[in-house]
């Protein structure tokens, strides 16, 4: 029924995917990624900020753990895809600056900035003078913040077009299609149904459609929801800014991350409405309003870009990885805000994770048996019609 | 030197240009209109509004005449483009509503009120209940309002669509290329160059290039200037206004103009910027706040678009039809922000002119002369040279 068979056949060719396919390949694996419409996706709209130490949230401490592995694997996982491709990724070591805006902002940074003490994550607390020498462009009316000097950033999109080109220099073969399903017989996967009705025949299956993963046919229960995000891109910002900002603004979440010279990216609303692509008015206004109070010279620059996309969301903000329920079925998924972040541990681990069977210690809590141990290891019956 | 001749060249294919190649057309000449993008400049991005009352500014009459003249042509005007092509051009005759957001606003409006009655122009004053009960999606923060049963709209793009088949039914050639410069001899017009080199040749050419009519090599100086407009469309808007809203929003003008079914359009800036085609971050959020605290609904309306393009200014803000200072060049040009609106009554005019000679009475007050009555009636020498 299937073409030519491969050792692995991955679903999405996002970041998560194509990096995940890329490291298998180094490790001697035959490596297929499928997807009709690479990048296009939440890599596509992802910000790139490389952010554990800012991001980290309450009792995440797994996570933050996870994070911060993947942090420190970036400067020689970015020097590897640029080797391997010629290409530039945009890594940018300039460090994180995170401010308050209003009086309310500000004690919340308090109270995070005494959490990452608990924690031992460096951070310096800066007064509102030291807080605009450190980025001059800010509005005075910025009442202080914490400098997180190793929390850095990367351009996403040119580290997708990166390592398109290195995961097709090792030998991994794109395939424009549309996944339409996981393949099993006997219980165990043999392959990825495509939505032209044929399949690539493979002994193990990767799934890494981002916000989509639970939706392929197939894929037992899976609790990734779409978590909708508005972003916009901005030009004409040379030499604003000196690193990533984050800021409360007035209790709201915004970043400003710049990147490819003269560029800067805001965002993002964290909302929970299903596969709704809208852009909407409101949710550009509210983050021009937010960036102009906080950066006044956004006035003057270009809107390049406006995108909404689906981050996938888990129960617990942490990604699935690992065995997927079948024997054969991977899971490289649920990355919520941390994708761009996670992707070297992610593809190291998965592919680990192919080649032994084993997850690395790093990776273990993130299987996706913590969310609910009576699921069935089987797929639904439906599915096993399918393959028949 | 150039192809098969024809009576009038049109150098632009914006409403203007192709409202009046259809009126000479109609006329008995044989016409032909060059644009390389026809219906991309200002016409893409007007809003339609056929608002001479709301629009009415201080001392200028005569500008009023001409657009209530051309108001109560649109009608018939519409009609006949549509039997002529088969497409609907979106006229809506609902009436615009002019509100007032805060006491100021009002005040503002009160002085507009006065000053239409002493003109004669019909404008009804509502209380803030009746505005809103006019208008229910307004917000209960709008004060005031005034209603103008008269002003009007008509979908812009759908018209310019109308008109190229409606003109080329008619006999008028489109050709697609760039105009670069008017031909003449012995001190008289013989037909427009193109950007390739080659001419056509014409015993008259209309320049209606809308902000660009003054740079086109063989146009003798011209009054007038780009104005940049920047604007916004959204989606998602279907049964959310009745007409046309205009408003005073803390002494800022907004218009929220519906069309087709379920859009509207909001606008928008005026800029004196040259010809600077920058969506700026700092325009799209005004506009969006104004909007948002005008008609709360706004911000859960998709936006689809935001587009930056230049209105025809002249020194006062009013058109510039006919003579052109050379023999045989026409001017059709200058509309700053009534180009929809002049339409009918400009091509009426000018297709007149382009058989008679003659202005009609209500277009007469708008010819080049008015402005530097020691301007020269010869094309300057290089462009002599150009054509020697």
């Known amino acids: 029924m299937g073409s030519a068979g491969t050792d692995v056949v991955v679903a999405g060719?996002?970041?998560?995917?194509?990096?995940?396919?890329?490291?298998?390949?180094?490790?001697?694996?035959?490596?297929?990624?499928?997807?009709?419409?690479?990048?296009?996706?939440a890599s596509q709209a992802a910000a790139g900020m490389l952010a554990p130490v800012t991001e980290a949230g309450y009792g995440?401490?797994?996570?933050?753990?996870?994070?911060?592995?993947?942090?420190?694997?970036?400067?020689?996982?970015?020097?590897?895809?640029?080797?391997?491709?010629g290409r530039s990724v945009g890594l940018r070591t300039a460090g994180t600056l995170l401010v308050g805006f209003d009086t309310d902002d500000v004690r919340a940074l308090d109270a995070l900035h005494a959490y990452q003490q608990e924690l031992g994550l460096a951070a310096e607390r800066l007064g509102s003078r030291d807080t605009r020498r450190r980025e001059p462009a800010l509005s005075p009316r910025v009442r202080g913040g914490l400098l997180v000097a190793g929390d850095h950033s990367v351009d996403g999109r040119a580290l997708h077009a990166a390592l398109l080109v290195a995961a097709e220099a090792a030998g991994v073969r794109l395939v424009r299609a549309r996944a339409a399903g996981v393949r099993t017989a006997a219980g165990r996967v043999t392959g990825l149904e495509l939505a032209d009705g044929t399949a690539l025949d493979a002994g193990q299956v990767v799934v890494a459609?981002?916000?989509?993963?639970?939706?392929?046919?197939?894929?037992?229960?899976?609790?990734?929801?779409?978590?909708?995000g508005q972003i916009l891109r901005l030009g004409g910002a040379a030499g604003l800014l000196t690193g990533t900002v984050r800021a409360l603004v007035r209790g709201r979440h915004l970043y400003l991350v710049p990147y490819g010279g003269d560029r800067l990216v805001v965002g993002a609303t964290v909302e929970d409405r299903g596969f709704d692509a809208t852009v909407t008015a409101g949710a550009v206004h509210e983050l021009l309003r937010d960036a102009v109070d906080l950066l006044p010279p956004v006035t003057e620059l270009e809107l390049l870009e406006t995108l909404a996309r689906w981050r996938p969301g888990t129960p617990d903000n942490a990604p699935v990885l690992g065995p997927g329920g079948v024997?054969?079925?991977?899971?490289?998924?649920g990355h919520h805000r941390n994708g761009v972040l996670l992707t070297p541990v992610t593809a190291d681990a998965v592919a680990e994770f192919l080649v032994?069977?084993?997850?690395?210690?790093?990776?273990?809590?993130?299987?996706r048996d913590r969310f609910a141990p009576t699921t069935p290891a089987t797929p639904p019956t439906t599915q096993e019609a399918l393959c028949s």
């Open 13 to 41: 060719g996002g970041l998560i995917g194509l990096a995940t396919a890329w490291r298998a390949a180094q490790r001697g694996l035959s490596v297929t990624v499928v997807d009709d419409a690479p990048g296009t996706g």
């Open 356 to 367: 032994s069977g084993q997850l690395p210690a790093v990776a273990a809590p993130f299987t």
């Open 209 to 228: 459609l981002g916000a989509h993963s639970g939706r392929l046919p197939g894929v037992p229960e899976l609790p990734v929801r779409p978590v909708k």
């Open 60 to 85: 995440e401490e797994p996570l933050l753990r996870l994070c911060t592995e993947s942090l420190r694997r970036y400067p020689a996982f970015a020097a590897e895809v640029e080797a391997a491709s």
């Open 327 to 333: 024997p054969g079925l991977v899971l490289a998924t």
